[in-house]
T-cell receptor, first 115, second 116 residues
């Protein structure tokens, strides 16, 4: 069975602080995809990143970076120099590679960035 | 760029009524997924379609049904609505080859259903 755990239910930081959102996953598959989605207060789900299980390179996109550690089944997300607009619920998700038709989402982490 | 379009954006229904939610995928995307997100919950997979055939089924109640049409749009039909059906319903689409997803799944903005 697949499972995604986001142990941090809520995080509050002050603007310009760095923050890391944790994601731990479970799967029996050797090939799978990991995702991060952002859900701002307006409700839509915004795709941030997809990473396949064979690519353990860390990725940086502007203020966002992701650390994929297959050995610990973790796919953590760091926001550098956080901004108020980063306030949202962030979901980590897992799907089987290619054959999988659906995603398993983690419970989400609500990030509040205070001015 | 064109995104996934869901309609309506908001819907209010009474208990025991029916509702139909529509999803128009990104052009050339052939796979559609439906998710239900209750208040304070993560999205839960309901059902998906690939090339107009049901490809996977999750926790979709028997009172709900869905289909994908020849133009690849999809409709989620919900009958005998209950208060607990109040949620945000997301549709997502992706492009697959031979049933294997080849792109990220892009989500629509969701339909907020309120059952009173």
């Amino acid at each position: 069975a697949q499972k995604v755990t986001q142990a941090q239910t809520e995080i509050s930081v002050v603007e310009k602080e760095d923050v890391t959102l944790d994601c731990v996953y479970e799967t029996r598959d050797t090939t799978y995809y990991l995702f991060w989605y952002k859900q701002p207060p307006s409700g839509e789900l915004v795709f941030l990143i997809r990473r396949n299980s064979f690519d353990e390179q860390n990725e940086i996109s502007g203020r966002y970076s992701w650390n994929f550690q297959k050995s610990t089944s973790s796919f953590n997300f760091t926001i550098t120099a956080s901004q108020v607009v980063d306030s949202a619920v962030y979901f980590c998700a897992l799907s089987e590679a290619d054959y999988g038709q659906n995603f398993v989402f983690g419970p989400g982490t609500r990030l509040s960035v205070l001015p | 760029a064109a995104g996934v379009i869901q309609s309506p954006r908001h819907l209010i229904k009474e208990k025991r009524e029916t509702a139909t939610l529509k999803c128009y995928p990104i052009p050339r995307h052939d796979t559609v997924y439906w998710y239900q997100q209750g208040p304070g919950q993560d999205p839960q997979f309901l059902i998906s379609f690939y090339e107009k055939m049901q490809s996977d089924k999750g926790s979709i109640p028997d009172r709900f049904s869905a289909q994908q049409f020849s133009d690849y749009h999809s409709e989620l039909n919900m009958s005998s609505l209950e208060l607990g059906d109040s949620a945000l319903y997301f549709c997502a689409s992706s492009f697959s080859v031979g049933g294997r997803r080849r792109t990220e799944a892009f989500f629509g903005q969701g339909t907020r259903l309120t059952v009173v």
